[in-house]
């Protein structure tokens, strides 16, 4: 059958790829945040190794490396301090990548730390907004994740870079922030996930595990180049927190890899964890 006629008759149906959310994952510390899945929400997990890369590869590049070890790829859907181009990363791209069995992890690389390792030219959190800008962060990234079809039930992580975490009114700030990006999320029916290095924003987010001032992730995404894929004993982070296929580990920093005769420039990173649901047709 060729392409446009299987595309018209695969839209008289769809499913959706995951397991039905039967109800909320205990991952909200605060008691007020309430998780709204709409009916028929389901999440998707992703258990085994990933990669991510500044910008989406081609769908020709998706498809050879499914010769390689991995099995779900991390993208950047929106952001002010998104700094690759995304030409690929299309609905038709997700669409596409999804039936090729790709679990799909999206980034958004939302506003950083007052105190953070960046450098000039980062958008950063106004401490003083630091809430009603992680709670438009968060709509943000959800409004851009239903353009390119990832649906309610989905995980999305915020990207919060390295900072010093020695500076407490910093530490307070992503707090703020994040607890606010977590409770947008939530309201909309999306999973929320951060990616944070080990020795700042994961750090903090464990400390404030069982606050009753901070909403707390779904999913944590630490970064920690050891080369180690090891989903527990992360320092200072105890492994009863995130416990439950709630964790991923970047482990294996810019690097090129070959599969299937496409070399891409990578990070290496190991899943345990909720990824987009992603709708896709069928006939």
């Known amino acids: 059958?060729?392409?446009?006629?299987?595309?018209?008759?695969?839209?008289?149906?769809?499913?959706?790829?995951?397991?039905?959310?039967?109800?909320?994952?205990?991952?909200?510390?605060?008691?007020?945040?309430?998780?709204?899945?709409?009916?028929?929400?389901?999440?998707?997990?992703?258990?085994?190794?990933?990669?991510?890369?500044?910008?989406?590869?081609?769908?020709?590049?998706?498809?050879?490396?499914?010769?390689?070890?991995?099995?779900?790829?991390?993208v950047y859907i929106g952001g002010p301090n998104r700094t690759c181009a995304q030409p690929e990363l299309t609905a038709s791209w997700v669409t596409e990548v999804s039936r090729m069995r790709w679990r799909?992890?999206?980034?958004?690389?939302?506003r950083q730390a007052p105190c953070t390792f960046r450098g000039p030219g980062s958008v950063n959190i106004n401490?003083?907004?630091?809430?009603?800008?992680?709670?438009?962060?968060?709509?943000?990234?959800?409004?851009?994740?239903?353009?390119?079809?990832?649906?309610?039930?989905?995980?999305?992580?915020?990207?919060?870079?390295?900072?010093?975490?020695n500076r407490p009114a910093c530490r307070a700030t992503v707090l703020r922030y994040l607890s606010a990006w977590t409770k947008e999320l939530h309201r909309q029916g999306y999973l929320s996930g951060v990616y944070a290095h080990l020795y700042s924003g994961a750090k903090h987010l464990s400390?404030?595990?069982?606050?009753?001032?901070?909403?707390r992730p779904d999913a944590l995404w630490i970064a920690r180049w050891d080369e180690d894929p090891s989903l527990t004993g992360w320092q200072d982070i105890p492994d009863t927190q995130?416990?439950?296929?709630?964790?991923?580990?970047?482990?294996?920093?810019?690097?090129n890899e070959t599969h299937?005769?496409?070399?891409?420039?990578?990070?290496r990173d190991n899943f345990n964890a909720p990824v987009a649901t992603v709708s896709r047709t069928f006939r």
């Open 1 to 74: 059958m060729n392409r446009a006629r299987l595309r018209a008759v695969t839209a008289l149906a769809a499913v959706v790829l995951g397991a039905s959310l039967i109800s909320a994952p205990l991952s909200s510390a605060e008691p007020a945040t309430t998780v709204h899945y709409p009916k028929g929400a389901t999440t998707t997990p992703l258990v085994g190794l990933a990669f991510d890369t500044c910008t989406a590869p081609t769908v020709e590049a998706m498809e050879a490396w499914r010769s390689s070890p991995f099995r779900g790829v991390g």
């Open 242 to 255: 995130w416990a439950r296929g709630q964790r991923g580990k970047q482990f294996q920093g810019d690097h």
């Open 104 to 110: 799909i992890v999206p980034i958004y690389m939302g």
């Open 260 to 267: 299937g005769g496409v070399t891409l420039n990578i990070d």
């Open 127 to 165: 401490p003083n907004r630091a809430a009603e800008q992680g709670a438009a962060s968060a709509a943000d990234a959800v409004a851009k994740a239903k353009a390119l079809g990832m649906v309610p039930g989905s995980a999305i992580y915020g990207d919060m870079e390295h900072y010093d975490a």
């Open 207 to 215: 400390e404030a595990y069982s606050s009753t001032s901070y909403a």
